[in-house]
């Protein structure tokens, strides 16, 4: 009983890492501009305004659900997963919150390089090779990085969403996810090929599992959701501090943010 408590409450933890958007255009605002503007020479540019708005409208028609649910991943982060992974954080040395994220980064290996040969990026998966052999035998099991330290070989991380992207697939509409936070179309269907490339995901069919049973899954993933928020801790205030309206501000980061890995 008190075994499936702890996976109880480490599944609800399991799903939140989220954070990502911009600030966007009210039509308040654009009745604000027409009344002190004079109506002539400057309809043309409110109507231009106004187009612009319907236009972002449309590119966004879950923006009810999404600023709901954006309101209660904030509330879930806030109250629950920040003051538990600060507790984490008081028990844990930074050194070994350190080594169970390179951990965790080593055995996610099959993901980086499955998606880097299908946008053939064949010399980053070559060295993603390189790291895993490395890291997995002098990093001992990869607990440390003597790939990155000693040899100069940097990850190349790659998903399933930026592949897709790589070949022109567009972003679709954005959508936020309970728990995991910002996502959009192409890449929340992305996460299910990942996952079957990913060890920690169980999949009784496949002929590796990192874990026994899916209850195992989730407990292992939601750690290695626990470790990493320990070692970013305040980072998401940071962000969110600089928020007017934070959906459209987390909106505008996490879109940029995946265009540039898209790009690079």
């Known amino acids: 009983m008190i075994k499936n408590l702890i996976y109880a409450a480490l599944v609800a933890l399991v799903f939140f890492t989220g954070c990502s ?39 966004d028609p879950l923006k009810g659900y999404n600023v709901f649910m954006t309101d209660f991943n ?12 600060r507790g984490y954080d008081c028990v844990m040395p930074e050194s070994g919150q350190e080594s169970i994220g390179n951990f965790f980064h ?14 053939g990026k064949f010399a980053n998966a070559s060295e993603e090779t390189g790291r895993f052999l490395i890291n997995s035998t002098f990093g001992i099991l990869g607990l440390f990085d003597p790939a990155k330290d000693y040899f100069d070989l940097e990850p190349h991380n790659e998903d399933f969403g930026q592949t897709l992207g790589h070949y022109g697939v567009g972003s679709g509409y954005h959508i936020v996810l309970p728990f995991f936070g910002p996502s ?24 590796y599992n990192f874990a026994e ?28 501090k600089d928020a007017v309206d934070l959906y459209p501000f987390l909106k505008d980061i996490y879109e940029q943010h995946r265009k540039k890995l898209i790009k690079e």
């Open 21 to 59: 958007n911009v600030a966007n255009v009210e039509k308040t605002t654009i009745t604000k501009v027409k009344q002190t503007m004079n109506m002539n020479e400057n309809d043309q540019n409110l109507d231009e305004f106004d187009d612009e708005f319907d236009d972002e409208e449309e590119s």
């Open 74 to 85: 904030d509330g879930f982060y806030i109250h629950i997963f920040d003051p538990v992974a």
């Open 106 to 119: 080593n055995i996610m290996y099959p993901i980086r390089l499955i998606n880097n040969i299908f946008q």
């Open 213 to 240: 049973n899916s209850d195992q899954s989730f407990a292992i993933k939601a750690y290695e959701k626990l470790n990493n928020e320990s070692l970013h801790i305040g980072e998401y205030e940071n962000i969110k």
């Open 184 to 207: 959009n179309m192409r890449d929340m269907f992305s996460m299910i090929p990942d996952s079957y490339a990913n060890p920690v995901d169980y999949h009784s069919h496949r002929g």
